[in-house]
């Protein structure tokens, strides 16, 4: 656990220091994306330009047998679309924390596109800890992957 005096360090060597303010950025439309579906990932251009966010779902949606490519889809779109520079935000919800994906989508998404995702979304928290053990997991993969 984060002592008082170190809240605003970096939770891993290499780490980006935490935000003292978060962005103040209105985000009041979120479009769910299926990313293994390629037709629908081909229309994500055209559609953030009408939303704030484009969130890549790999969750509760996503067939057992299309998790990997779900995965893939979210990184592709990450790299095909530049979303900051149409002011969208790129979120991506991964599978909760006791599934057999969640590790390898956490650790590829950062790797492969840590730079371009704004929030991973964690769904189905059960406690502080779960929050606390993903702070420290994503600290450690930017640092190793060089997110800024």
């Given at each position: 656990?984060?002592?008082?005096?170190?809240?605003?360090?970096?939770?891993?060597?290499?780490?980006?220091?935490?935000?003292?303010?978060?962005?103040?950025?209105?985000?009041?439309?979120?479009?769910?994306?299926?990313?293994?579906?390629?037709?629908?990932?081909?229309?994500?251009?055209?559609?953030?330009?009408?939303?704030?966010?484009?969130?890549?779902?790999?969750?509760?949606?996503?067939?057992?047998?299309?998790?990997?490519?779900?995965?893939?889809?979210?990184?592709?779109?990450?790299?095909?679309?530049?979303?900051?520079?149409?002011?969208?935000?790129?979120?991506?919800?991964?599978?909760?924390?006791?599934?057999?994906?969640?590790?390898?989508?956490?650790?590829?998404?950062?790797?492969?596109?840590?730079?371009?995702?704004?929030?991973?979304?964690?769904?189905?928290?059960?406690?502080?800890?779960?929050?606390?053990?993903?702070?420290?997991?994503?600290?450690s993969l930017e640092?190793?992957?060089?997110?800024?």
């Amino acid at each position: 656990m984060k002592t008082p005096r170190g809240f605003f360090k970096p939770l891993a060597i290499g780490a980006p220091t935490p935000w003292r303010e978060p962005p103040a950025r209105v985000e009041r439309m979120i479009h769910f994306v299926p990313p293994h579906l390629d037709k629908v990932r081909a229309k994500v251009p055209e559609i953030a330009l009408s939303v704030d966010v484009i969130l890549a779902n790999l969750e509760d949606a996503i067939p057992a047998d299309a998790k990997g490519a779900a995965l893939a889809g979210a990184v592709a779109m990450a790299r095909e679309t530049d979303f900051k520079a149409i002011g969208v935000g790129l979120w991506v919800r991964i599978n909760c924390l006791n599934s057999p994906w969640h590790l390898d989508e956490v650790a590829t998404l950062v790797e492969k596109a840590g730079n371009q995702i704004d929030v991973i979304m964690v769904p189905k928290v059960e406690g502080p800890w779960d929050i606390f053990y993903m702070d420290q997991l994503l600290a450690s993969l930017e640092a190793k992957h060089g997110v800024t």
